[in-house]
């Protein structure tokens, strides 16, 4: 059996799954046997499998298992089992005649790393011993060597890998002992290595890099930074397939944690040996790979000075070394501004952190600017202003992954223009004024590029150089006045007719960005308009800036309103051909120019220009009469379409043209407020028809779910809008759902009634009346019908609707509406609904819910608790009913005390208990000391709770978790 388990692995990648299953199988009858790994290792190292990758992978596998699991318990002699068989590994796999593939010696080298991390170095004080050994074994040797020192670094060392504190202990331990006895003999076989084979075996040498730049944190700086070290690497800088490695490796070496002065003369050092080879100085037509990780490379010296600069400016002392630092970084910045300025993209990003840590240190050090950091200053804001210029190659029409990697980039240039501006906000005005100025001037001859550059650099600076409250033109009088100016330009300069789509954006986006402009100079407001209202906008032949601009339009509409009146007949009559709504039919001919949901933005900028408007109210009703006018005939006409239509494709569009309809009503009334009501504008009759006819949808025969959803939204809006004239369209709506009763539909309806109930209040309690029991009944008949138990949308559904009952419930009690159990004239409803509440604190795993119902059970009781004039028998509903489900529920297994939600359910409990006793008095502890022990509570512990019970509410609440907690456990 063991030798079959051992050859069915090597089906671990067959296609067929019966035959994987097997494998797999087997796979677990070896990881779990407890000689399993033992069969395993002698497998890998025999002949039988040799060239089977697949079985040797899986060995390795069920070794690591055993290293993972039960190795550190291990007798001795197993331990010594499995070095051995591991020391055999190494002699194996990285002799000459070796040819591993590399997923093998990757998995080779982290079992490897397992077993050093539990041995060494007590068990195996011998390791690097024996590791070293392969060194001067060969290049294959030696890649399977700097595998291991690999994976020892992921396991011991990786600062991303989050490790328990018991590890993280061990890990020191192991550092400490290496440095102690063996780092000195790695770091010189480093050297050994790169200086044997840099021109013999590239990528050995590239891969030892990369040990020295993991190793080199946390050992001792001089076993690398010295001459031999030095030497090799300026080396290797010279050489094609070893410079980028190196680099990196230069990287990770000057970012090692140092005292800053000491960090300072290294950088210097290195920086010195660099530039006097040229290094930090490449030719323009430096391969694009290699120019980026010097640039890295160079971010990397930079950020190391300003990392030291940080800790000596934090600690208060020693200002000749900060002056030193600093000025050991100003020598660095022009390197840094020609690789920030490259024309590669990844070049310059690869020096940005850099800048924009300067910059930080600048603002941190707070004095005024040298002439040297000014003309730094100036170069970075140069360099970042001509980088954030669109590529030629940029497609507009099409976004790729080329697109999106300049998108972000250019995000990166923003938050360095927008850090330079928080230092120096004067010197960005300046810029971008002149750059908006000379453009704009003459934008017909310019490239379209620089012009969209002008124009987001003009938007840009309302971030870069914020004001408060948005109000970018009052304040700081230079940048008032400076920023009007760009703005005239913009507006006098008809750059919004430019042919390029990506300028005519950025002109609506800056125009919209600085509407307060034009309520300081509303001289321009008509050109603004008409901007939006021609082909420019939202007649324009891009559907995409069409689209757009039907949101900034209303945005502009928002904002202007009080300024629109000479306009608003004008504005009205030219967004006709955009109000024209969308049918399956077409629409005789006309060519929809926006979306339908693009309209319910121009419908709403035309809401908002009628009712602001200072119009005579007969004016209002007429021009809102006229804007639903299309509305209230495209619905009539769709809906009879609906009802006569038999392919169910069809009806979908119906339905959903019809939605739509409904849609841009509801959207419509969003132009109404508190000082511009509805009824004040004379325009609720016109909105009462559309209620009337929208009604009618829901007798439709098709589509039934999505005809409800639109209707619901519209009264949702009359709710707001209206007075209690709203009230008596709800019940036929009502008693279309009852008819009809799905889960889904009345969850959907509850909110409705929900939010009558808070705005109406105890006016609303006739009607509530009404409607209260027979929706209560339809709810219950629903949860409790037969239901498949696989089921699972049916009982999300019902779930759903089971909290949208208590949220029902919820409302009723916390907005003056309790006295409408008292309208209920079958006490038998009563104790239905109130039965139904304590079931809730039963039944429902859900804390919210739970929450809910203690909730309730608190209002009801301090409406009704106090006499027996209340509610007839709810003082005995209190005892029999309340009381124990406060006390018992919380004692329920799927209670969590551990959860936060739970916690706050319990809340409420305690808060219920406590309103009782304060409508009870003693009465109420009478009861519980009677209660209490009947629930195998001691005299002591019944006495305990009730004085708990009598002290404030907090200390009461802290006890009775406790309490429960006591009593689950």
């Not at 990166?412 to 750059?435: E, P, R, S």
């Not at 009539?636 to 979908?652: G, I, K, N």
């Not at 799905?742 to 109930?757: T, W, Y």
């Not at 304590?838 to 119902?853: A, K, L």
Request: hydrophobic content about 40%; aromatic content about 8%.
């Amino acid at each position: 059996m063991d030798d079959m388990a051992l050859q069915g692995l090597g089906s671990v990648s067959d296609p067929d799954p019966q035959v994987r299953a097997q494998a797999m199988h087997h796979f677990e009858e070896l990881k779990n046997s407890a000689d399993g790994w033992k069969l395993c290792a002698h497998a890998y190292t025999s002949d039988s499998f040799k060239g089977n990758d697949h079985a040797r992978f899986s060995f390795l596998k069920v070794c690591e298992h055993f290293l993972r699991t039960r190795y550190h318990q291990a007798c001795t002699e197993e331990q010594s089992t499995l070095r051995a068989f591991l020391v055999s590994c190494l002699q194996q796999s990285g002799g000459e005649g070796g040819r591993e593939a590399s997923f093998m010696l990757n998995k080779l080298a982290q079992v490897v790393s397992l077993a050093f991390v539990v041995d060494y170095p007590s068990r195996w004080p011998s390791f690097f011993e024996d590791l070293l050994g392969l060194v001067n074994q060969g290049h294959r040797a030696v890649d399977l060597y700097l595998r291991v020192l690999q994976a020892i670094d992921q396991e011991v060392v990786d600062r991303e890998i989050v490790h328990k504190e018991k590890t993280s202990t061990r890990n020191t331990s192991i550092k400490d002992h290496m440095r102690e006895s063996c780092v000195a003999s790695l770091a010189a076989s480093w050297l050994h290595i790169m200086t044997v084979y840099e021109d013999s075996q590239p990528e050995v040498v590239c891969q030892c890099l990369d040990v020295v730049g993991r190793f080199v944190s946390w050992i001792d700086i001089s076993l690398v930074a010295n001459d031999p070290y030095v030497s090799a690497l300026l080396r290797f800088l010279s050489k094609p397939l070893l410079r980028e490695s190196c680099c990196d490796c230069i990287y990770e070496v000057l970012s090692k944690g140092m005292e800053p002065t000491a960090k300072l003369q290294m950088v210097e050092s290195f920086f010195t040996v660099l530039d006097k080879n040229n290094v930090l100085s490449p030719a323009e037509d430096e391969e694009s790979d290699f120019l980026a990780k010097l640039s890295k490379l160079m971010s990397g010296i930079g950020l190391a000075l300003i990392d030291s600069w940080n800790k000596l400016y934090r600690s208060g002392n020693a200002p000749n070394d900060q002056a030193k630092v600093l000025a050991a970084l100003e020598t660095k910045i022009p390197y840094m501004l020609r690789f920030l300025a490259d024309e590669d993209d990844d070049v310059s990003a690869a020096a940005g952190d850099m800048a924009t840590a300067y910059i930080n240190l600048l603002k941190t050090k707070g004095s005024p600017l040298s002439p040297t950091q000014r003309t730094h200053v100036e170069g970075m804001l140069f360099t970042v202003v001509k980088k954030m210029k669109y590529d030629e190659s940029y497609n507009f029409e099409q976004d790729g992954e080329d697109e999106a990697m300049f998108d972000e980039y250019r995000k990166q240039l923003k938050v360095i223009f927008n850090n330079l501006a928080q230092l120096d906000a004067d010197l960005v005005l300046t810029m971008v004024h002149n750059i908006v100025t000379q453009t704009l001037k003459q934008w017909k001859e310019a490239d379209f590029r620089d012009v969209e550059l002008a124009v987001s650099l003009l938007y840009g600076v309302a971030e870069a150089v914020p004001a408060s409250h948005g109000q970018h033109f009052t304040g700081n009088s230079t940048k008032v006045s400076v920023l009007q100016d760009m703005m005239r330009t913009l507006m006098t300069s008809q750059v919004s007719q430019h042919g390029h789509t990506v300028v005519q954006l950025q002109f609506f986006e800056t125009v919209v960005r600085y509407d307060r402009f034009f309520q300081v100079e509303t001289e321009y407001i008509p050109e603004c308009l008409r901007a939006f209202l021609d082909k420019r906008g939202l007649y324009h032949n891009s559907p995409k800036v069409r689209s757009r601009c039907s949101y900034l339009f209303t945005r502009i509409i928002k904002s202007l309103k009080a300024h629109l009146l000479p306009y608003v007949i004008d504005v009205f009559t030219q967004m006709q051909a955009l109000l024209v709504l969308h049918s399956p039919d077409g629409a005789n001919g006309v060519t929809h120019l926006l979306s339908a949901d693009d309209q319910l933005f121009v419908y709403e900028a035309a809401s908002i220009l009628i009712i602001s408007s200072t119009l005579p109210v007969e004016k209002k009703q007429e021009l809102m009469k006229s804007l639903l006018a299309p509305i209230a005939s495209r619905f009539e006409s769709l809906l009879a379409s609906l009802c006569v239509e038999v392919a169910e494709d069809r009806q979908v569009a119906y339905a959903k043209c019809i939605c739509d309809a409904m849609g841009l009503a509801s959207r419509v009334s969003k132009g109404f407020s508190f000082s511009q009501t509805m009824k004040a504008c004379g325009c609720q009759d016109a909105f009462m028809q559309l209620l009337h006819l929208f009604g009618k949808a829901l007798e439709a025969p098709w589509q039934r779910g999505q005809l409800q959803g639109g209707v619901r939204q519209y009264l949702h809006r009359m709710v707001v809008c209206l007075d209690a004239e709203v009230l008596p369209f709800i019940p036929p709506v009502l008693n279309h759902l009852l008819s009809h009763p799905e889960a889904k539909s009345l969850s959907d309806f509850m909110p409705l009634i929900n939010q009558l109930i808070m705005k109406f209040k105890r006016g609303i309690i006739e009607f509530l009346s009404q409607i209260m029991m027979p929706l209560i009944n339809t709810i219950f008949s629903i949860l409790n019908a037969p239901v498949d138990e696989r089921d699972q949308v049916t009982a999300s559904d019902r779930k759903i609707l089971k909290r949208a009952y208590y949220q029902f419930l919820s409302s009723i009690v916390a907005h003056e509406c309790v006295d409408v159990f008292m309208t209920l004239t079958d006490l038998n409803d009563v104790s239905k609904v109130l039965t139904s509440v304590v079931q809730g604190v039963y039944e429902i795993t859900d804390p919210t819910s739970q929450r809910s119902c203690f909730t309730i059970l608190k209002k009801l009781t301090e409406a009704w608790g106090g006499d027996d004039r209340g509610l007839q028998g709810f003082v005995k509903f209190l005892y029999d009913q309340v009381v124990p489900v406060c006390i018992t529920a919380p004692l329920h297994p799927s209670f969590d005390l551990k959860d936060g939600q739970t916690c706050l359910a319990l809340g409420e409990c305690a808060s219920c208990l406590k309103t009782i006793l304060d409508k009870r008095g003693m009465e109420l502890i009478n009861h519980l000391q009677e209660y209490l022990p009947t629930l195998n509570l001691s005299p002591e512990q019944s006495l305990e709770f009730c004085h708990a019970l009598q002290t404030d509410l907090k200390t009461f609440k802290t006890y009775l978790k406790e309490f429960f907690i006591r009593a689950k456990s």
